[in-house]
């Protein structure tokens, strides 16, 4: 194995791009990291 760096890369199933990871900074989820895609806000597709 060659991995020296390890990118957990999620790919965004609807329009391809890749996901970046957000946290959410205020509300009663804040603090709580997911996953949004790159074309936000015109694709709106979120992973947990
Ligand atoms: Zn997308």
Redesign the pocket.
């Known amino acids: 194995m060659d991995e020296a760096e390890v990118h957990t890369q999620k790919i ?1 199933p ?4 890749p996901m970046v990871l957000r946290t959410v900074k205020s509300g009663s989820n804040a603090g709580h990291e997911f996953w949004g ?1 790159s ?1 936000f806000p015109k ?1 709106r ?1 979120i992973l947990d």
């Open positions: 965004c609807k329009c391809g791009k895609c074309s694709c597709c």
